[in-house]
T-cell receptor, first 113, second 114 residues
Framework: NAGVTQTPKFQVLKTGQSMTLQCAQD?????MSWYRQDPGMGLRLIHY???????DQGEVPNGYNVSRSTTEDFPLRLLSAAPSQTSVYFCAASGQSNTGELFFGEGSRLTVL | GNSVTQMEGPVTLSEEAFLTINCTYT??????LFWYVQYPGEGLQLLLK?????DKGSNKGFEATYRKETTSFHLEKGSVQVSDSAVYFC?????????????FGEGTQLTVNP
């Protein structure tokens, strides 16, 4: 029962470097999204997708890109990392319209020096 | 816009104590309400939910009632255990937009001591 799988779990970057956080789900869910978790701020939505080929911005999209070429995968790209992007990132999937039940991955902790 | 406000933490209780974590919300339309729990080192998982006014969600001894008149969804448990130590997030889903777009509260850290 893999569910939502994120890689890597931990990553340290230098300012200006680029990287991709991978997210894969095996539940055939339509909706996928990326959140970042920061102390005292809960989870904030970065980008989301309602299906393959469709993506849209969330609350805090600046500095991040996404694509959704398949139902299973939803990678998050940091083009030029900044210290403000130090956070824990969660990918989530949802298969039921308008019920809001999300299935989360275990998270990816990113540190930007 | 939508927002969720939770009581400030951290909360520390002794085993078998009564738990209340307050949650209030602001939303357009008729949102669905959720409590998610995050155990150490893990992702969030759904604890309970309510989709309309006066519904009561319950799971694992936790419960919360959707109160439209007070725009609240407080989480309660009658007797907490050490294994309940986790971070609890209140969240809402506005039915006007995609079901995957949740708005989360700040989270409340709960520690239960034996």
């Amino acid at each position: 029962n893999a569910g939502v799988t994120q890689t890597p779990k931990f990553q340290v970057l230098k300012t200006g470097q680029s990287m991709t956080l991978q997210c894969a789900q095996d539940m055939n869910h339509e909706y996928m999204s990326w959140y970042r978790q920061d102390p005292g701020m809960g989870l904030r939505l970065i980008h989301y997708s309602v299906g393959a080929g469709i993506t849209d911005q969330g609350e805090v999209p600046n500095g991040y890109n996404v694509s959704r070429s398949t139902t299973e995968d939803f990678p998050l790209r940091l083009l030029s990392a900044a210290p403000s992007q130090t956070s824990v990132y969660f990918c989530a999937a949802s298969g039921q319209s308008n019920t809001g039940e999300l299935f989360f991955g275990e998270g990816s902790r990113l540190t930007v020096l | 816009g939508n927002s969720v406000t939770q009581m400030e933490g951290p909360v520390t209780l002794s085993e078998e104590a009564f738990l209340t974590i307050n949650c209030t919300y602001t939303a357009t339309g008729y949102p669905s309400l959720f409590w998610y729990v995050q155990y150490p080192g893990e992702g969030l998982q759904l604890l309970l939910k309510a989709t309309k006014a006066d519904d009561k969600g319950s799971n694992k001894g936790f419960e919360a009632t959707y109160r439209k008149e007070t725009t609240s969804f407080h989480l309660e448990k009658g007797s907490v255990q050490v294994s309940d130590s986790a971070v609890y997030f209140c969240a809402l889903s506005d039915r006007i937009t995609s079901g995957s777009r949740l708005t989360f509260g700040e989270g409340t850290q709960l520690t239960v001591n034996p």
